[in-house]
Structure formats: C-alpha cells, structure tokens
C-alpha cells in the first residue's frame, strides 16, 4: 500500500509552487489566512440554504461545494507540507482524541452534551 | 494501490457519528460551519506571528497547530462524505482547472499577478 | 449629530492598545486575520443550533454572542482606524450600492434570486 | 445626541430586508454564517501581501477592504437586531473586561504575553 493519496497531492502542489516561483508567497501564516478565506467562500455556499435543502444540492451548487472544498484541502495540504508534518496522522491522534472524550455510551442520543462538546464531527 | 487513507478516515468518522447518534447533526450546512470555525482556530494560531515565525513554530504551537488542521481535515472529509463526493477528485480536477488559469511561464515570479489570480496555493 | 459612537469606540481601543505597546502586532492584515478568528467562534456558537433555536437563544449563549460579536466589532473598529476609513461612512456607501443591485420590486420574496444575489443582508 | 449612528444603521438595514421579504432568510444562525463568508473575503484581500504592504493599500484595494469591512458590520448589526441586543454595549462591557484581564504595567511590550492573551486588539 503506498502512503496515501495524500502524499501524491502533496507532491503535485509543491511542484506547482515551485514552477510558478510561489514559495516565497506561502508562509505558514499566509497559507492558513488563505484556508479561512476558502473555508469562509465554502460556507457561503449554504449560508442561505436550509439544512434540508443543503443535504441535497443542485448540480450547479455541488460543482461549485466541490470547488471550495477542494480549495480548502488544497491549502492545507500545502500548509502541512511547509510546516512538515503528516495530516492523516494527525487526524488519527485527533479522532483517538476525541474518542476518549466523547465516549459513545456516554453522548449517544444526547444534543445538549453534543453542543457541550462542540466537537460532534469528531473534531 | 488501496483507494486511498481519505477513504479510511471517512469510514472511521462514519462510524464514530453513528455510534454517538450525531448524524442528525451532520447536516452539510451544519459542516461548512462548523469547518469555518476550526479554520478560524488556525488562522488564530497565526495571527500576531511574523510570517518569518510562522516557518518555525515552538513545539507547544506546532501541537495545537497540527490539532487544527486535523480538526479541519475531519469536517472537510465528513462534508464530502455526505455529499458523497470524492475529495481527492475534486482536488484533482481543480489543480488541473489552476493549471490552465496559470500557466507557469506566463506567471512565473509575478508577485503582481500571483496576487491577481488570488489562488497562488494552486488553490 | 455627533459624530458617531464608533468614534469613541474607536479612540478607547487607540488609547488601549498605545498603553500596552501593541501596534506593532495591529498590522491591517493581522487584524483582518485576528478578525476571522472571532467571526469563526462567533459562527461555532450557532453551527449545531437549528435555525429556530438559533432565534431564542439560553442566557449562557446570548451571552457568549454578545461578548463574540464585540470581537468582532473591536477588531474591524481597529482596521479601520489603523487604515484610516469611515466605517460607518463605509456602510452607508455599501448600502446604497446595494439598493441599486437589489431593487425591491424586483427581488421581492423570491428565494432563488436572493441566493443568487447572496448578499441578502444588504450587505 | 442620538443614541449611536449604529442604530441609524441598523433601522435601515431593518427596512431594507423588511421591502425585499428577506427576513425568513435572516436567522441568527444564517447571519453568523453569512459575516463568516464576509470576514473570509475581507481576509482574502490581505493574505499574500506583507505586513508592510497591508499598512499602505493601492487605492483599488482600499476600495475593496472598505466594502468587505462594511459588509462585516453590516450583518454584524443585522445579527445585533435579531438578537436584539446592543452592539455597542457589548463591545463596552468587552473592552472593560479586557481591562482587566491585561493590565497595561503587566503586559507592556510583551510580545509572548501578547500572544498569550491571544486578544490584544483589545478584544
């Protein structure tokens, strides 16, 4: 099994920086000021949507959810690259995290305990 | 190659709602926002560090660096699973979108057009 | 009329950061950056909340709200300020402009329109 | 004096959604969403300039800060109203308490107590 397809993104972005001359540009703190700009253009995407119709989008709003998300990804595959680290292993460490946290028998069913942690998507 | 270690977060993360009942939760709005306040967390980690700083970060920062980028990862991962897209792909096709849009040898060293574009991160 | 409250709003937080020598960290773009951050937790308040619950919030919440949304304010107070603009002048520009984009006869009731206009706020 | 030009402010975004029908659209939860969005474009406006740079915009960007800025306040005071609490009260009763959390003779030109606090625009 090869790393993960993480890696190859990883190597796909770097080569794209380097033969625009963009390194200079991506510092750490800029990379994670461009994420909140994707993040904020992503959320805008539903901000006026229900839940209900949010969980089933036109064609031409996915393409574009995708895009963002996509966006959103991107950045930070490249911050964890500039800051050398391994994201899929720190998701790990965060969902063993939050698996000690939030115990299942303890939150399950449960939307008051759920807000209190503010942290339902495993995160 | 297995599909890829994305696909194993997003059963991991499936798995973790379900047992906590939280997909009622889940909505992709819900998701979005919820995304955007952890990116909000990382950009934080970043805002009165000089982008020099920010390239290397004390051990204790780097910890809670790498918690939220993980935090972010875990909600982008959750939101295209519900949306049942591929982030990968849609990753894929957007390096490929930037790379038409800019060509290296058309902005190569440009700060002025790096910035025009707005997406510098191949994002 | 006087001037405006965001004036003196805008004179204590000069007084306030002179006193503890923070100017050097309240560059425009730190601000701006500091500035997502508080919209983030702002927004974090609300993202499990239905949009129902999201309009009678519990007194532990409101309050939370109140002190994120001044945040907020404080820091788009200080950018302004440090980048020389009226905000309240700013605003009203904003709104003009919109009222031209957005006539009412025009956009009246129509969902599809508002979301496409995606700036319902009139902003 | 009147009370503040915010409630001038926030009378004729009142009116302003009042004449399109928006107010179904205006929930707390979507405003907060909505201001995040704003917050990340205001953002995206800085994010690969220096501190320096930021300190001295060209008169097009200026332009675009001032209108991304006042989109920011403009569903911060929509959110206010819906709310119905005072904006500019709270950002009083913010900066006392910052007043206290960080006396000026203890945090003076410290730059890691600065960071610490994580607030230092007063907010």
Excluded: C
Aim: aromatic share 8%; no cysteine; net charge negative.
């Amino acid at each position: 099994m090869d790393a993960d397809s993480l890696s190859l993104l990883t190597q796909r972005l770097r080569a794209f920086a380097a033969e625009r001359e963009w390194d200079a540009f991506h510092s750490p703190k800029n990379l994670a000021m461009a994420l909140t700009g994707e993040a904020g253009e992503l959320a805008a995407e539903f901000q006026w949507l229900t839940e209900l119709e949010s969980r089933a989008l036109d064609p031409e709003r996915m393409r574009r959810v995708q895009e963002e998300a996509a966006d959103v990804l991107l950045y930070l595959v490249r911050l964890a690259d500039k800051l050398q680290f391994d994201l899929l292993e720190a998701a790990d460490r965060k969902i063993e995290l939050n698996a000690r946290r939030y115990p299942a028998d303890r939150v399950r069913g449960s939307a008051k305990k759920y807000d209190e942690y503010k942290e339902p998507g495993g995160a």
